[in-house]
């Protein structure tokens, strides 16, 4: 049996470091659009959604995806002065979404777009738009309902 479930994992924040240096450049970063798996059905078998920086969502195993209405996170790095190159930092470890009751499930392998630990703006000042995906882990009859988490994109300036 297959039950209409919904997974959505909504960005909550993003936070923003910076490395100070001579001549106080300056980087922020800004959320544009939530990380979001859509809505999903799950019957007895385990199985993933993968939403990829380019928003297309896949599934595997005992995960149906339905509807339209998913997409990759989105963010506006913006450096206003100095050099164009900066660091880009993903989780590298599971991140968990908390749904009805308690329930949890985990997005985990997370990636973007552009790709990469050492990036840069076209030029200063400038900004780019990083798009970020990641592996919605699904259990096998996991408790449907609306999930959210949060996580992080940290950039450093050098």
Known sequence: M??????????LGALLL???RVGAAQITIQNTAGLNFGSLA???S???AVISPAGVRTVTGGVVGL???YGAASFTVTISSGSATYFLSLPTGNTTLTGPGGA???ASTFTSNPSGLIQQVPSVPGSQTVTVGATL????????GS????FTVTVFHF
């Open 2 to 11: 297959i039950r209409s479930t919904r997974f959505p994992l909504f960005l």
């Open 18 to 20: 910076a490395i100070p």
């Open 42 to 44: 799950v019957g007895g």
């Open 46 to 48: 385990a199985g993933t």
């Open 67 to 69: 509807g339209s209405a």
């Open 104 to 106: 949890t499930m985990t």
């Open 137 to 144: 882990n699904v259990a096998a009859n996991q408790t449907p």
């Open 147 to 150: 999930y959210a988490g949060t």
